[in-house]
């Protein structure tokens, strides 16, 4: 099992960067917010998918099933960051994701995903 990679910024203003995304496999990763430039970042959600390039790159689009939520901590001046665990498979990564939701609280997390991703 891979470390988790550092905070990578994936919005902030109006501005998305999915440019820099670079990994097409099966991760756990989590959504954080803080200052522009990478200061205190806070996670606020974790979640599991077999494509995190393309699952980063909804966020990046329209913010997917978190849009309102995304949109709000953009609007009050956050950016938007991510990292990732790269897993073996998609089960591994939501074995990981339900650990971390059974030991950590998520603000943006309101339960279990059973099947959020992709």
């Not at 097409?24 to 990478?38: K, M, Q, R, T």
């Not at 390039?53 to 849009?67: D, E, I, P, T, V």
Request: charged letters at 30%.
């Amino acid at each position: 099992m891979s470390n988790w990679t550092d905070w990578r910024k994936l919005a902030e203003k109006n501005k998305w960067f999915n440019d820099e995304l670079d990994y097409d496999g099966p991760s756990c990763y989590e959504l954080g917010i803080g200052g522009p430039n990478g200061g205190n970042i806070q996670p606020k959600y974790v979640g599991e998918t077999k494509d995190e390039k393309k699952r980063m790159s909804q966020y990046a689009a329209n913010g997917s099933h978190l849009g309102h939520l995304i949109d709000d901590a953009l609007r009050r001046g956050w950016s938007l960051y991510y990292r990732g665990q790269a897993m073996k498979s998609k089960a591994d990564a939501k074995k990981m994701q339900d650990n971390l939701l059974s030991s950590y609280l998520y603000d943006w997390n309101t339960q279990l995903n059973e099947d959020d991703d992709d």
